[in-house]
């Protein structure tokens, strides 16, 4: 399996020089490549403009390992593939730009040229044509890796990280057959995740950290452009985008290891949020959410803990009711799910996190466990014959208590272990 595992940085002076020198180098290669391309009209074979021809005029590029200029080439020919691509699907796409330096901030090494080692008992990273920088490993790499390439960047803060691409040989986790525990996730915008346990988590609320940045924002505004005060406002807003990003983050990192660790079986609407953000209003509420980062943290972590993720329709799992399958049209504001047919009441989001599972269960046709908790059993049966005998208003654990999103951002969530807890005991 592939993962990135990314570190801090600690260059001095000259090898932040060094490194500026080598990016700003790749900026300039970047340019010229895409200057020779597109005086064609077609894209030519990879690697037309050999680097050797270049490196007899271009002194700079002898500075450079020959690895990292291959990927500034490669770089290059994979936007204009992805130009490409898009334009054959339909949609309308311009040309690729020139990079200014600000655009620009990265180089890699690929294969070679790279080397983490001990020196005088520090851990520290060795570039080919740079040198030894100084690492901080917050986290060891596993053993049984392979490191296939490093990425340097300078990100907008001044910071400096270093991204390691590595390959994990270890054997694929066997998914069970008849998995026992079960959850259906819904996830919205007041309540971030409501899933089948009957647990909700609360939204993060990041408004103090929004007003910081929005402060800082107002202030560089009222910087002369390209000043000293400008430059040390622009690194403070950096600074809180940063803060903001990393605390996001760490609440979707935390949250989606949870389900993969805590369940057999985790199912989710497969949901088009890049159409759902365009959609006119509260569209930067949906993109603050973050559902298709946290869906895609989902996935990969289910896929390396053994545990089958479900994707299914998002489509009527609201309306639909999930006792008799009778659909009714309910507008945002309604919270609460009612049934006209069965007498069904639930919380709406309750109700749609249980079509959710039952869609989910239809999908991958897997069996059930004698074993299974009561309340799983039940809502099983009551979904399989969609008898008004037993509805899942009598299974369901109430959401009366909401998990806050605090608990999870600085815990890991043990109150979300408790709630399943009590829930499969009960």
Known sequence: MHYNYKYRLDPSEALTETLLHHVDTCRQLYNHVLYKLNETDEIPARY???????KTWWDDLNDIHSKVLQMVVKRVYDNLSTLKAQKENGRVVGMLKWKPPREYRSLTYNQSGFKLKNTSGRPVLWLSKIGEIPINPHRDIPENATIKQVT???????EWFATFGIDVDEDTLEKPENPERVVGIDVGILKYAHDTDGTAVESPDFSDEREQLERAQ?????????????EKQRKTVARRHADLKRKRRDFLHKLSA????????????????????????????????SWGTFLRMLEYKCEREGTHFVAVDPRGTTKECASCGTETDKPLWVREHSCPSCGFEADRDANAAWNILSRSLEDVGVGYSESTSPEIEDFWCANESRSDSLTPVETALPADTPVSAKRVVETGSPTLKERTASAVSE
Do not use: C, F, I, M
């Open 48 to 54: 037309k403009v050999t680097l050797p021809d270049l």
């Open 218 to 230: 107002r202030s560089l505004s009222r910087k002369e452009h390209g000043s000293n005060n400008w």
């Open 258 to 289: 949870y389900y993969a660790r805590e369940y057999d079986l985790v199912a989710v609407e497969d949901l088009d949020v890049k159409g759902l953000v365009e959609l006119p209003g509260n569209s930067r509420n949906r993109a603050r959410a």
């Open 152 to 158: 340097v960047k300078q990100e907008p803060t001044g």
